[in-house]
């Protein structure tokens, strides 16, 4: 199956907290996990990206964690602002640059 | 550098009527995605073009979805009839080669009444 499911559906934190968003995948042969954020009326934007051969990787205040047993990997938000209130959606493709399999979204709002 | 480009950004069309979108990806990159976005889910694929070639189709409705890339580089996604269901935002991205590092352009909003 291709499915990426996501969790939670909304989320709301206030400001300085930790916004933790999960993702679960089926298919074995994803091999890239990207996170994207997404304004109202705007595209999705790239985030951050990982790899199934690292278990963390960190950029700035944003960091994926990833379980490759369990084929799971998650957003982490430290210090969450106001500015962060997007829609973020994990994503995964293989390598061979075939489209990306969403989940349905993450509504995150941080309030202050 | 630009990014990618679409147009118009916002369409509302009577139902059974013709609409076309049109993109312009980043300069250089071969590859150009058309995405579908309904309201509250993520982007699904509707077609993938590497150059001129579509290379994966297989979820575009082609009993009235149709697309072009002309010399591998802006492309138009058309639908026609538009049914009501048609309602949602297309997107366009681009990467560099089958690179999977995605760009996303604005995107257009269509309206089907």
């Known amino acids: 199956q291709q499915q990426v499911k996501q969790s939670p559906q909304s989320l709301i934190v206030q400001k300085g907290g930790i916004s933790i968003i999960n993702c679960a995948y089926e298919?074995?042969?994803?091999?890239?996990f990207p996170w994207y954020q997404q304004f109202p009326g705007k595209g999705p934007a790239l985030l951050i990206a990982?790899?199934?051969?690292?278990s963390e990787k960190k950029e700035g205040r944003f960091t994926i964690s990833f379980n490759k047993s369990a084929k799971q990997f998650s957003l982490h938000i430290m210090d969450s602002q106001p500015g962060d209130s997007a829609t973020y959606f994990c994503?995964?493709?293989?390598?061979?640059?075939?489209?990306?399999?969403f989940g349905k979204g993450t509504t995150l709002s941080v309030s202050s | 550098e630009a990014g990618v480009v679409q147009s118009p950004r916002y369409k509302i069309i009577e139902k059974k009527q013709p609409v076309a979108f049109w993109c312009n990806p980043i300069?250089?990159?071969?590859?150009l995605y058309w995405y579908l976005q309904n309201l509250g889910q993520g982007p699904e694929l509707l077609i993938r073009?590497?150059?001129?070639?579509?290379?994966?189709d297989s979820q575009l409705p082609k009993d009235r979805f149709s697309a072009e890339r002309l010399k591998g580089v802006d492309s138009t996604l058309k639908i026609q009839p538009a049914e009501l269901g048609d309602s949602a935002v297309y997107l366009c991205?681009?990467?560099?080669?089958?690179?999977?590092?995605?760009?996303f352009g604005p995107g257009t909003r269509l309206t089907v009444l």
């Open positions: 991205a681009s990467s560099l080669d089958t690179g999977v590092k995605q760009f």
């Open positions: 298919n074995t042969a994803f091999d890239y």
């Open positions: 990982i790899r199934p051969d690292v």
């Open positions: 994503a995964a493709s293989n390598q061979a640059g075939t489209a990306l399999i």
């Open positions: 300069s250089g990159h071969n590859t």
């Open positions: 073009y590497e150059n001129e070639e579509a290379v994966d």
